[in-house]
């Protein structure tokens, strides 16, 4: 007897449980109103308390400083101050966008859905992600703002030196006389002609395409990618070694944990701990910082 | 036996009736007062504001703590931005000339200036945090993932758009503070290997922030981005329902 198949869907939408449901009017359309309601007399009351701040008139001849983009960019002026800028402002973004983008493409397993950490582990997960993220972010701005190399030689007296100045910064791998550069290191040539790329206006220079500076791009480049990627991938690898990465969701988890901690204490620091020459101060001691009453 | 008889309608039934049971009113909303299943199913499905929603939902999914309301307090910033910034509009005008002055105007001498001006920027900066906390939310929630992956990608472009938005307000009270975020704001783009300088000449219509900048800035900023943020957000809502309404566990 001949059997016909018939092509099922793999995942066939559950039954609707009737009696689990509720109406949206009024349910929800309740919940929604209280909240709206709520935003609405809060903002009113911020409104009331505290003036959207005004400084003087434009001026391009009278520089703030510290000069700083709107706060949520603050994270992306901060991490210009640690690395090559097209890394830091353009690159980083981009890339991280992209990786979101890709999140739901890379992950496309269902389970777990609809519910807060539903997988095992993703709670300790992301705890200790967040964690990670945000003070391994502060001891590396510590470091390569000096501050380290300053408190080492205040409180214990403790001075390396030239040969140590990378504890100070680490621009300072730069130097010849920090790392025993080569002459030839800072301009090897990969083209053999000089390739010039859009040539835009006053301070932009030209683009040019034909020697690599080595030790800028290892310093500028090679070593702030080689702690953002190596270190997202040490996390991962690690909390796989102890099993809290079973999934490509717990490897997210631990990327997007990690990331908010980065994100959080980058934007943290670069609107209240950067002051004049973007030095790192006390919040107290910052004078321009929007919001703050009085200012205005 | 006694039975029970029709009592006399009072005042307030006769009031009631009169207001609500007549030819206009009916015209307007079809349904009566949603105080039957009936009704209150049939007011979500034939109202415009309220047919985003399905009529009925998942009991988990009206706990305030599930969603928080993230979402529909982003839109409700949107919305609330618009209703201020439409009244600033009134009496803001994007020259380099004027806008500093205007924006002293709307503190001091207009009816509730200050309040809109408060109201704006405090609405704007919270759209910013509640749609970061709101992917915070989808994300740990699990809510990405199949069948609502396109979702999440237009989620991410409402994320950046967002930003655009606010970026984009920043610079129109023309004041030191705005001048210089955004001389630093546009720097970072311009930082970009090849087409950076061209990215922010674009985007300032110059060399640096000034005349050309601001109404750029202000166009964008009062049409075109919400446009888009507009378009995108109905395509997100929509897209909540084709894909089968809140994430649950399957």
Redesign the interface.
């Given at each position: 007897m001949a059997t016909v198949v018939v092509a099922r869907p793999a995942?066939r939408?559950?039954p609707r449980a009737?009696d689990?449901?509720?109406?949206?009017?009024?349910?929800?359309?309740f919940?929604?109103f209280i909240?709206?309601m709520l935003?609405?007399v809060l903002?009113?009351l911020?409104?009331?308390l505290?003036?959207?701040?005004?400084?003087?008139?434009?001026?391009?001849n009278?520089?703030?400083d510290p000069?700083?983009?709107?706060?949520?960019?603050l994270n992306?002026?901060e991490l210009?101050l640690h690395m090559n800028?097209?890394l830091?402002?353009?690159v980083v973004p981009t890339v991280w966008?992209i990786i979101?983008?890709v999140?739901?493409?890379f992950?496309?397993?269902?389970?777990?859905?609809?519910?807060?950490?539903?997988?095992v582990n993703?709670v300790k997960n992301?705890v200790v992600s967040l964690n990670v993220g945000l003070w391994g972010t502060l001891a590396l701005i510590i470091w390569n703002s000096g501050k380290a190399a300053l408190w080492a030689k205040d409180w214990f007296g403790f001075s390396g030196g030239s040969t140590l100045a990378f504890l100070e910064r680490s621009a300072a791998l730069k130097d010849p006389s920090v790392v025993p550069w080569p002459g030839w290191a800072d301009s090897i040539p990969y083209l053999w002609f000089n390739l010039k790329?859009?040539d835009?206006?006053?301070?932009?220079g030209v683009?040019t395409f034909q020697k690599i500076d080595l030790p800028t791009l290892l310093v500028d480049i090679g070593i702030p990618t080689g702690f953002m990627v190596g270190f997202s991938c040490l996390l991962i690898f690690f909390f796989w070694k102890i099993n809290w990465v079973h999934t490509r969701?717990d490897a997210?988890?631990t990327l997007?944990s990690g990331f908010?901690g980065v994100f959080l204490m980058l934007t943290v620091i670069g609107t209240a701990f950067r002051g004049p020459g973007q030095d790192l101060i006390w919040p107290w001691d910052l004078r321009?910082l929007?919001g703050i009453p009085g200012q205005e | 036996m006694a039975v029970e008889q029709p009592t006399q309608p009072t005042l307030g039934d006769l009031i009631y009736d009169k207001l609500f049971h007549n030819y206009v009113w009916r015209s307007i909303f079809r349904t009566g007062y949603p105080n039957t299943p009936r009704n209150q199913m049939l007011v979500v499905a034939t109202n415009v504001f309220l047919h985003l929603h399905p009529t009925r939902i998942h009991r988990t999914h009206v706990k305030i703590t599930h969603t928080y309301c993230l979402g529909g307090l982003t839109f409700f910033m949107f919305l609330g931005l618009t209703v201020t910034g439409i009244l600033l509009m009134f009496y803001y005008v994007p020259s380099v000339d004027r806008a500093y002055l205007d924006i002293q105007n709307i503190q001091t001498n207009v009816q509730f200036g200050q309040l809109m001006r408060n109201m704006h920027r405090w609405m704007a900066h919270a759209m910013v945090i509640l749609v970061f906390l709101h992917m915070l939310r989808v994300f740990y929630t699990g809510a990405y993932k199949p069948p609502r992956e396109f979702n999440w990608v237009v989620g991410v472009v409402l994320l950046v758009l967002t930003f655009l938005l606010s970026f984009t307000g920043y610079l129109l009270p023309w004041d030191q503070l705005a001048f210089w975020a955004i001389t630093v704001g546009t720097n970072i783009a311009g930082s970009a290997p090849v087409l950076g300088p061209k990215t922010r000449f674009w985007l300032l219509g110059g060399f640096e922030v000034g005349p050309d900048a601001l109404i750029r800035f202000y166009t964008l900023h009062v049409i075109g981005l919400p446009l888009l943020a507009a378009i995108f957000m109905a395509v997100h809502f929509w897209r909540i329902r084709r894909d089968g309404g809140l994430a649950r566990p399957l």
């Open positions: 995942a939408p559950t009737r689990e449901e509720v109406l949206v009017w009024p349910d929800l359309v919940v929604e909240s709206a935003f609405t903002l009113f911020l409104s009331y505290m003036n959207a701040p005004l400084l003087d008139e434009a001026n391009a009278v520089t703030n000069a700083k983009a709107p706060w949520y960019l992306l002026q210009l800028a097209a830091a402002g353009i966008l979101l983008i999140f739901p493409y992950d496309r397993s269902t389970d777990g859905q609809g519910r807060w950490f539903a997988d993703s992301t790329i859009l835009e206006g006053p301070g932009a683009t969701r997210l988890i997007m908010v321009t929007e | -």
